[in-house]
């Protein structure tokens, strides 16, 4: 993970309160959390199930004028469509889906056995209407639906119970505002607990990607040269296995990279010039190795080797084709034209370039690289500026 990238990761933290993440982030949130999502909620509905039809025993008690119809859509209306809402939730591909799924399960459970008590005699509607906190406390604690889910499915329900008291005759003024009252706490309450338990999720959930992006960008230094951008000699003895052909049938080129007359150049410009331009060399060869289409992988890996010097391995390359794509590396450098004074006032900065390929009986990549480096120290007693094969 890029520097800039864990920057942006610090920046969530900023806006927790507001319970949405940057769309990358959140995508990521949603669809690392569904499954769980599901699966909680799949659970609780099953137990949703029991205790519901448990409650029948309070239908009985206080409302036994509406037993029947109660009984009936406890059992023959609540429990098959929650059994429904099982079955359908592992289809749901987004969070929403879900806690919507959840939410107009809870309202239906209050507005079902609102409708039919609406027709008691009972003078403990009042009070069996408080059972309705029961529902809105399990949708926010045991579903932990999203808290914008949360207040939608709370608006409902209260809404739902302060309408069907304030139809009863039985309840006078001061009962009904007491009601009222209860209910708004309540709702005010409980939906602050939601509002902490969805924002101490998503902190969680930003500290894991914190860690994660901690450790990708150390795993980077550990393989990166920082310098030049480029693998580090480190990170090629953790690849080289890997790039060793399978068969003597696999190609495998390398070209080894000298920038000519070096020491000159720091000796006359400095070493804050000279690390400039490795710098720039280096982003020129890492340039030649991307293709034009942006989806292919380069067509090889570069690796600081020393000082000055450029391994580039070409898996699938053999020492004709290795050779063709570094000379075009090298026209590319003495193309941009990089001033070296201490060769001359027009002088710029020139490459040598060994190259060698794989051959039958090799059977370490050093043996590869000593072969390059033979060819760059027959470049160089040509008169440098010139690409060698082995």
Not at 115 to 121: G, N
Request: with cysteine; glycine share 8%.
């Amino acid at each position: 993970m890029s520097l800039s990238r864990t920057a942006n990761i610090e920046g969530e933290f900023a806006s927790l309160n507001q319970l949405r993440f940057s769309p990358p982030i959140e995508e990521r949130f949603e669809t690392e959390g569904l499954p769980e999502r599901i699966r909680l909620a799949q659970a609780t509905l099953f137990a949703a199930i029991l205790l519901y039809n448990i409650y029948s025993v309070a239908d009985w008690m206080i409302l036994p004028d509406v037993l029947g119809p109660l009984a009936v859509m406890r059992l023959g209306v609540y429990t098959p469509l929650t059994l429904l809402t099982i079955w359908i939730l592992p289809r749901r591909t987004r969070t929403w889906q879900v806690d919507g799924m959840l939410v107009g399960g809870c309202f239906l459970s209050v507005l079902m056995p609102s409708a039919i008590i609406s027709f008691s005699a009972s003078h403990y509607v009042a009070t069996y209407q408080l059972g309705a906190m029961l529902v809105i406390v399990y949708m926010v604690l045991a579903q932990r639906v999203r808290f914008r889910m949360a207040v939608i499915g709370m608006v409902l329900i209260v809404v739902t119970q302060i309408t069907t008291v304030a139809h009863r005759p039985e309840v006078d003024a001061p009962t009904f505002w007491y009601i009222v009252v209860f209910y708004l706490i309540a709702a005010a309450i409980i939906l602050l607990g939601s509002f902490v338990l969805e924002r101490t999720e998503r902190y969680g959930f930003l500290q894991r990607l914190r860690v994660e992006a901690m450790i990708e960008h150390n795993a980077e230094m550990a393989r990166t040269d920082q310098l030049t951008g480029l693998f580090n000699r480190h990170h090629l003895a953790t690849i080289g296995v890997d790039l060793i052909p399978k068969s003597d049938r696999e190609p495998l080129g390398a070209l080894l990279i000298d920038i000519d007359h070096f020491k000159r150049f720091n000796d006359t410009q400095g070493h804050l010039a000279g690390d400039r331009c490795i710098r720039t060399v280096s982003d020129l060869v890492r340039e030649m190795l991307i293709p034009a289409n942006e989806n292919t992988p380069p067509v090889g890996t570069a690796v600081r080797f020393g000082g000055e010097e450029i391994l580039v391995l070409l898996p699938g390359m053999d020492a004709a084709q290795a050779a063709a794509l570094g000379d075009a590396i090298r026209r590319r450098v003495e193309g941009v034209g990089i001033p070296h004074p201490g060769l001359g006032p027009t002088a710029v900065v020139t490459l040598s370039i060994g190259v060698a390929a794989w051959k039958k009986g090799h059977k370490e990549l050093d043996t590869l690289v000593n072969a390059a480096d033979a060819a760059l120290y027959q470049a160089k007693n040509l008169g440098r500026n010139r690409v060698a094969v082995a």
